[in-house]
């Protein structure tokens, strides 16, 4: 049974900086693409970031410059080093995996950016 963990969230001041990472086990594929999400209050989930298993690398325009998403080489394993962070990138975070035999999600971890 695959799981997805999230962790590294928690509150920063504008301008501050977290890592994310995420970690998907119980399968032995290596992932298509890991991509992170984010969904602020009351607004609809959208993407962040994502990789591939080439690490091939895209980002919301929003995020260009400020995020950086990398994987472990021969595990499912993410990170994304978020620097520069601003309020309206408050959100619960979620990691999605897409492996072989489908497309897991784990349960999110909160970031929160005060002014």
């Known amino acids: 049974q695959v799981q997805v963990v999230e962790s590294g969230g928690g509150s920063v001041q504008l301008g501050g900086s977290l890592r994310l990472s995420c970690a998907a086990s119980?399968?032995?594929?290596?992932?298509?693409?890991m991509r992170w999400f984010r969904q602020p209050l009351g607004k609809e989930r959208e993407l962040v970031a994502s990789i591939g298993s080439a690490r091939t690398t895209d980002y919301a325009d929003s995020v260009k410059g400020r995020f950086t998403i990398f994987r472990d080489s021969g595990v499912n394993t993410m990170y994304m080093q978020m620097n520069n962070l601003k309020p309206e990138d408050t959100a619960v975070y979620f990691c999605n995996v897409i492996l072989p035999n489908g497309n897991y999600w784990g349960q999110g971890t909160q970031v929160t950016v005060s002014s």
């Open positions: 119980g399968s032995a594929a290596t992932a298509y693409f």
